[in-house]
């Protein structure tokens, strides 16, 4: 089975999605957010904004969102190190800067997923290359899940209004798209 934590794109603040506190999305009439479209016109990629965090230290990127926050686009990336820990970065979505860093509580779900499975995987989180090549358009979500004894991993990719998953495997083979 699939263990994986909410998508959390497009929320107001981390905060409040820690709290459980819901936010208003502002969706147009197919009920996509008006984000993707912010992101999709980001001068810094998702994949620049992976580089960016995993940079700060030892460790993988497993999740990354991208958020408007005081009117500063920007992708929170939150990195799993060697050791254990969570650091969620905040990368400036025009500057390629990381702008803040946040040391997080493990959460229930990197209980299951050790940094080993991460370090083990034959790709990252930055196979998002390979899931804009295939849907055709830009990466503007993505996570690590666990299944079974390796990692996977779901990215979201918008083009204009449509957006589709694709998952890719711990081998960087494409397993699903929709």
């Known amino acids: 089975s699939i263990v994986s934590m909410p998508?959390?794109?497009c929320s107001k603040s981390g905060r409040d999605r820690e709290a459980g506190i819901g936010t208003a999305r502002d969706t147009n009439a197919r009920g996509h957010t008006?984000?993707?479209?912010?992101?999709?016109a980001a001068k810094v990629t998702l994949t620049q904004a992976i580089e960016a965090a995993e940079s700060k230290g030892q460790g993988r990127a497993v999740e990354v969102d991208f958020e408007v926050e005081n009117n500063v686009p920007q992708y929170e990336v939150k990195v799993l190190g060697a050791d254990g820990k969570l650091v969620e970065h905040h990368v400036d979505a025009n500057t390629g800067q990381v702008i803040k860093s946040e040391n997080h509580p493990v959460e229930a779900f990197f209980k299951r997923l050790k940094p080993a499975d991460m370090q083990n995987a034959r790709t990252s989180l930055k196979s998002v290359a390979l899931a804009e090549q295939k849907a055709g358009?830009?990466?503007?979500?993505?996570?690590?899940?666990?299944?079974?004894?390796?990692?996977?991993?779901e990215i979201t990719v918008a083009n204009?209004?449509?957006?589709?998953?694709?998952?890719?495997d711990a081998n960087g083979q494409i397993v699903s798209q929709n």
């Open 7 to 9: 998508a959390a794109c």
């Open 34 to 40: 008006s984000e993707y479209r912010a992101a999709q």
């Open 137 to 153: 358009g830009r990466a503007v979500e993505a996570e690590v899940e666990h299944e079974a004894n390796s990692v996977q991993y």
């Open 160 to 168: 204009g209004d449509r957006t589709q998953t694709v998952k890719v």
